[in-house]
């Protein structure tokens, strides 16, 4: 019913910057919770940071804090992720996800966007 196209991934040196895009269409609503995730070779998924449409909060996992933000624009139904610092561990797959509010787990999820910071 929601489906999310992320953008931006790429090659940067570590200490550089990159914007990752989501775009979400379909049966979105405004209470839908947006998420990011990543996911590196060998490791579990692992939250990133979550924003919803509505509201004022946000909330970014200890591992970024300082140096990733999540954003929005609701005109363009678009989250954003702006990572600044990166690190080589910052490596991995990073998807966009969302959830209805009523649910308890991200049930709509991207393709995902390959990061990789070398060092």
């Known amino acids: 019913q929601v489906q999310l196209v992320e953008s931006g991934g790429g090659l940067v040196q570590a200490g550089g910057s990159l914007r990752l895009s989501c775009a979400a269409s379909?049966?979105?609503?405004?209470?839908?919770?947006m998420g990011w995730f990543r996911q590196a070779p060998g490791k579990e998924r692992e939250f990133v940071a979550r924003i919803t449409w509505t509201g004022s909060s946000t909330y970014a996992a200890d591992s970024v804090k300082g140096r990733f933000t999540i954003s929005r624009d609701n005109a363009k139904k678009t989250v954003y992720l702006q990572m600044n610092n990166l690190k080589p561990e910052d490596t991995a797959v990073y998807y966009c996800?969302?959830?209805?509010?009523?649910?308890?787990?991200?049930?709509?999820w991207g393709q995902g966007t390959q990061v990789t910071v070398s060092s």
């Open positions: 996800a969302a959830r209805r509010l009523v649910v308890t787990t991200y049930n709509y």
């Open positions: 379909g049966s979105t609503l405004s209470t839908d919770v």
